[in-house]
């Protein structure tokens, strides 16, 4: 057992070497010892930082970090038997973390700390960490009776076990879905690049023809390029649908885990003293209220519902004009939008597509961010969980900053969307056999792109590139500390409205000429993105920029109001909350059969829960935060001032006092109205 990779899990772990049977006695000896070393740690009489705080971290970060991979392996290669024992685990790694949590022992070894000589001696960064931890004990239930921490605890583990339910679901009902066909006739419309990738999927079952799915890249594909009306809805209903009763037979429906969670979250808020699950999510965020969040919300809707209310009636125009669809419906929307911006700038999105390989790309990213911050990106051969896994390490001046993994194409058996996670963070170990030694970070970066196909290099459409620009700029966030104490290096302990700011940040550099045309090769001539091609895609770059915006609000306002409620018997009604939010702030009302909160993972799966308000929130940062590139002439000191000021500090002080540090003055909102197109009138 000790020579166990999991056990020894190292810099670049060897996860094709992983066994999926090693996984269970693995994670339960790493629990056992922890507990044995948490007992150690309480039964001490002297109470230090390194003999309690330190010496926890050592602790939790073990556990940690190999469940981590085990929840990191089953989100983008999920089988059966890894999902059995992942889901066999959880409530016994829920149980572990919740103990922590609710120690007393732990808890008052904590405060004595804050109390004693020793807190004034101890750096900016691990007093922040320690205050976290103390606010942290008390979310955790330190300060209840011990009935009520069980009670709280019992919450939590059947919580975390429903959002592994919910996401398992929308990955099964997705990979659920197929349509064959022998021949292209009823694809008409749709690039050839999609027409060999659904060949691709076929192929891959043996099958010849084409297969459709619902994975992002194919429903894309379809709805926004087929001629077959009939198989956009069909497309459309399936994948609206997917999750609930009316797919599947029901066999994958998330709406009693719906209910359930929301049902939970009250119950645990209340427990520990507030109304409802919104007031103790936004504790430890920069918003204060779930009313001053909903009025930040109901505010930016309105401003926007003009603009949207604009687009549709323009692309409802050109449907009847130009397509015969004297009423269009959700179907034909993206389908048409797309015809009406090839018709109103003179290009098209495949058209884009054709000049950006997935290695030029990548080539460009790495070199606009060693102009920001003169970081190297250096590709290393470690041992991956799948053949299309790639690793970089990040150096400067010859110096190992952190790596990075890149897992960029969707496949069946990965979770849909994009996102970065870590699986270790930068810090300096102070005790054991690696006294002194600094633990550089480690990010997983995950997108869902359409996949080569016939040994061709992938390519990217501009969104995608948007997509990989953003999940750069959380991974950045996370690679770029320079805080040495795990628990507020990186992106640990940012507030959660803030920690898009990063992200959100990076996407702006996509709109700049010199970036793109940086990483441009056409696909036949090589030639770099003409100017002129550039042109067209900036005066398009806020079309139906309303529509989206208010389709974000509908979004946010649904998950603040519904984590907002403090009436149980009020909770069940959720979809009706859905239903007003849509009257009031939506232009284009779905089908009644449509089941989007089936499948919002964002809320009932990945932690956005009475938080996705925070990609608005942190929007007016980073448009702000651009704002300061564009007013200088020097892009590299103001680089080097927003990796000092930002992204170095990570979580060791507050959002708030980050952007003004760098911006020298409160966030405005001018720079998201200006980007988004919304400071002149509708």
């Not at 392996?73 to 999902?83: A, G, H, I």
């Not at 889901?87 to 700390?113: C, H, S, W």
């Not at 209910?259 to 507030?274: C, D, P, Y």
């Not at 004009?321 to 959700?330: I, S, V």
Request: net charge negative; glycine share 6%; aromatic share 10%.
């Amino acid at each position: 057992m000790s020579d166990n990779i999991l056990l020894n899990l190292g810099d670049e772990p060897r996860f094709n070497e992983i066994q999926t049977a090693d996984i269970k006695p693995v994670v339960q000896t790493a629990i056992t010892e922890a507990r044995e070393a948490v007992a150690a740690v309480k039964a001490q009489s002297e109470i230090t930082w390194a003999n309690t705080v330190e010496r926890l971290t050592d602790i939790t970060e073990r556990v940690g970090r190999i469940w981590g991979v085990v929840a990191h392996l089953n989100s983008v290669v999920n089988t059966p038997e890894l999902r059995a024992v992942y889901n066999e685990l959880m409530p016994e790694v829920t149980v572990f973390f919740t103990e922590i949590g609710q120690d007393i022992a732990l808890y008052e070894r904590f405060k004595t700390i804050k109390q004693s000589a020793e807190f004034d001696k101890l750096t900016s960064a691990q007093q922040t960490k320690l205050a976290h931890d103390l606010r942290d004990f008390v979310l955790s239930g330190a300060e209840l009776p011990s009935e009520k921490q069980a009670e709280l605890a019992a919450l939590q583990t059947e919580g975390a076990q429903l959002g592994a339910q919910f996401s398992q679901n929308v990955l099964d009902a997705t990979d659920a879905f197929a349509l064959y066909f022998d021949s292209a006739d009823a694809l008409e419309g749709i690039p050839e690049d999609s027409l060999a990738m659904f060949a691709a999927a076929a192929e891959a079952e043996g099958k010849t023809g084409y297969k459709v799915g619902l994975q992002m890249p194919h429903y894309l594909a379809v709805m926004q390029y087929a001629d077959n009306r009939e198989l956009r809805e069909q497309i459309y209903r399936a994948y609206t649908t997917r999750a609930s009763e009316l797919s599947n037979d029901g066999k994958f429906d998330n709406t009693a885990n719906i209910t359930r969670t929301l049902e939970i979250s009250l119950q645990a808020a209340q427990l520990l003293g507030f109304a409802n699950y919104a007031e103790l999510s936004l504790s430890t965020k920069m918003a204060d209220t779930p009313e001053q969040v909903l009025a930040f919300l109901h505010n930016l809707a309105a401003r926007a519902k003009p603009f949207a209310e604009k687009d549709l009636a323009e692309v409802k125009a050109f449907a009847a004009d130009k397509l015969g669809l004297a009423e269009p419906q959700p179907w034909d929307l993206t389908y048409a939008g797309e015809k009406l911006r090839e018709a109103k700038y003179a290009f098209s999105e495949t058209e884009v597509k054709k000049y950006f390989p997935v290695g030029k790309v990548l080539a460009g990213l790495f070199s606009q961010i060693n102009k920001l911050y003169g970081v190297n990106f250096i590709e290393k051969t470690v041992p991956a969980w799948h053949k299309d896994v790639r690793y970089f390490e990040l150096e400067k001046d010859n110096r190992l900053i952190g790596g990075v993994y890149m897992d960029l194409y969707a496949r069946k058996g990965k979770r849909g969307g994009a996102w970065m996670n870590d699986y270790k963070g930068r810090r300096r170990i102070l005790s054991g056999e690696n006294a002194g030694q600094l633990q550089t970070p480690t990010a997983y970066l995950v997108c869902n792109f359409t996949p080569p196909v016939a040994g061709r290099e992938a390519r990217l459409n501009h969104d995608e590139i948007i997509t990989l620009f953003h999940e750069t700029g959380h991974s950045l966030h996370h690679l770029l500390t320079q805080v040495e104490e795990l628990g507020v290096s990186g992106i640990n302990g940012v507030e959660w409205d803030a920690v898009e700011l990063p992200s959100q940040f990076m996407e702006n550099f996509v709109w700049e000429y010199d970036v793109l045309a940086g990483m441009s090769a056409h696909e036949e001539s090589g030639g770099t993105l003409p100017r002129a091609l550039f042109d067209k895609m900036v005066a398009a770059k806020n079309y139906q920029r309303g529509m989206f915006m208010v389709r974000q609000m509908e979004f946010a306002l649904f998950d603040m109001l519904i984590h907002s409620e403090c009436d149980a018997g009020r909770l069940k009604n959720w979809q009706q909350v859905l239903d007003d939010v849509r009257r009031e702030v939506a232009v284009i009302r779905p089908p009644e059969y449509n089941r989007f909160a089936q499948s919002f993972g964002h809320i009932f799966a990945g932690g956005y829960s009475a938080g996705y308000y925070s990609y608005a929130w942190a929007e007016v940062l980073s448009a702000d935060a651009y704002a300061a590139f564009e007013e200088s002439n020097d892009v590299k000191a103001t680089g080097q001032k927003f990796w000092q000021e930002i992204l170095a500090v990570g979580g060791s002080r507050s959002a708030a006092e980050s952007f003004k540090a760098f911006r020298g003055r409160e966030p405005s909102i001018d720079a998201l109205l200006r980007h988004s197109g919304f400071d002149n009138a509708a």
